[in-house]
């Protein structure tokens, strides 16, 4: 007797139903979208408009106030209801401003060589070289930047006094040969980012470590340089706290320490002249202004290359 074999039916399963697919969004019209991109191009315009207003403004006053006479210093006004151009002529009376001008101007020029060569050497020697603690010591440079200015004021002019350069103009820009910890580790990230192949190939030429330094490293990082000296002269053109610590004759007064002592003959004699002041305070500002116009284009260049090493 043989037994017929079936085959099993497969599992009768409902097949799956193709699920509904969400609906796409309606697309715009070539209309709509010229419309909605206007929009947008207004909408950035017009914030770009405000706060290039919000900038420039301040700088728009400080002209105003300075072609003004004394009673309308602080109208508000833009354009200056009085113009009176003898604000200008009565500020080279007040003081040498001329020599102030050139102090500030030597005092910066040494300050930011100073601290770009000393920044730049001490971060190529932590981008380059392989040493125990490496990381510790970077750590260490780094961790001085917690440190409040006041608290190494007192013992650094104590230092200065006991060399006998208090009253001179060697403070204001010879610490900055001890380095920059901001620009130390700002150059050394662009160190880092140099292939280290071109390094072991020069040294196999016979290349010292000093020539890495001068003939491979500083000339492919011109753009950090750059922005280490301009941020650098900046700063010391502006600084006052270092002039009113270290300065007390007039003849090296810089042009901050000059102002203030302008404005403190204003007090002694009772009749603050603010048109003055602020003459002498536009004085002040515009070379910082010629310095970033010739500088703009390399400026520019070194922030965009900061932010590709970043």
């Known amino acids: 007797m043989t037994t017929e074999v079936r085959p099993v039916p497969p599992d ?5 139903q ?15 979208r010229r419309r909605s991109l206007g929009v947008a191009k207004v909408v950035r315009w017009l914030l770009l408009v405000v706060f290039s207003i919000a900038f420039v403004y301040p700088l728009v006053w400080l002209v105003s106030a ?24 009565e500020v080279w009376n007040a003081g040498p401003v001329l020599r102030w001008l050139m102090n ?3 005092v910066s020029l040494m300050a930011a060589l100073a601290v770009t060569f000393s920044s730049a ?15 510790l010591l970077f750590g260490l440079v780094l961790a001085t930047m917690m440190l409040p200015g006041a608290v190494t004021m007192i013992p650094v002019y ?6 006998g350069l208090v009253d001179t103009q060697v403070p204001l820009w010879a610490n900055n040969l001890f380095g920059s910890a901001f620009y130390i580790f700002l150059l050394r990230q662009f160190f880092l980012g140099i292939p280290r192949e071109l390094f072991e190939a020069a040294r196999i030429d016979g290349c010292s470590y000093f020539g890495l330094f001068r003939r491979i490293a500083l000339p492919l990082c011109r753009p950090a340089l750059i922005i280490v000296f301009i941020f650098e002269i900046q700063a010391s053109w502006s600084d ?3 002039p009113l610590i270290y300065l007390q004759t007039e003849e090296y007064f810089t042009m901050p320490r000059g102002l203030k002592q302008i404005v403190d003959g204003f007090a002694l004699s009772g009749e603050y002249h603010w048109e003055i002041a602020m003459a ?19 400026f520019m260049e070194g922030l965009a290359t900061t932010a590709k090493q970043g």
Do not use: C
């Open 240 to 242: 006052l706290l270092k």
């Open 158 to 163: 104590l230092i200065w006094h006991q060399v």
């Open 66 to 89: 300075s072609l003004k006479p004394k009673s309308q210093v602080f109208d508000n006004r833009v354009v200056p209801e009085t113009f009176q151009w003898s604000n200008f002529v």
């Open 280 to 298: 002498a305070t536009l004085i002040a500002t515009l070379p910082m202004i010629v310095v970033f116009a010739f500088g703009q284009r390399h």
């Open 104 to 106: 500030s101007g030597v």
């Open 121 to 135: 050497l001490v971060a190529f020697g932590f981008a380059y070289f392989r040493f125990r603690l490496r990381g």
């Open 18 to 32: 193709p699920q509904a697919q969400a609906a796409a969004p309606p697309e715009l019209s070539p209309a709509g």
């Open 12 to 16: 009768t399963e409902p097949a799956p």
